[in-house]
């Protein structure tokens, strides 16, 4: 089955425990996206990597890394998370040449304490 | 000022209902136009997409842009219960250094009740 998988799906941690939410997709798209998804404000864009190796900043990049070693891996690591980082974060993939027709997974709901 | 704008509603109609989805935005490198629908507790998936201005149809869906008035419409007709999700716009340069930036409305809450 054509999917995005986000782990974990659930996770509580206190301020400046560092973290790493990953995200696997099996359909060899070249495009990969992270999101975060608060009342509100909607569906706001962190990072994104047209391919290995290429990453670029979204709308909300501050306190997030990013790295694309492998085409179907695009982890999302918060090295000092704080409590305005508590959210629902989504992964995404679609083929390069459509980046708007995007997949998601089903989502990592983060709390910082 | 955000660059897409969507009223969060949330907007409850009957069964049958033409529904009216709207978002406005401010940038006019904007080509391509989506909408996205959200189930509770699930990842958005892609209902429509439009290139440019004009009309697409699809089923009960109709996606509708006004570039002149920075301006999109997704309606639905016959609405049904299994409509009931958020509905989200988004919107994407198509091109250039922002060519993987997509850009999200706040999403507006429809419930079409029996």
Redesign the interface.
Known sequence: EAQ?TQNPRYLITVTGKKLTVTCSQNMNHE?M?W?RQDP??????IY???NVEVT?K??VPEGYKVSRKEKRNFPLILESPSPNQTSLY?C?SSPLTV?????????TRLTVT | QKEVEQDPGPLSVPEGAIVSLNCTYSNSAFQYFMWYRQYSRKGPELLMYTYSSGNKEDGRFTAQVDKSSKYISLFIRDSQPSDSATYLCAMNQGGGTSYGKLTFGQGTILTVHP
């Open positions: 995005v495009y996206s999101y509100g404000l909607g569906l706001r864009q994104y990597s047209m670029d979204g709308d989504f995404a980046a708007y027709e995007q997949y998601f997974g089903p989502g």
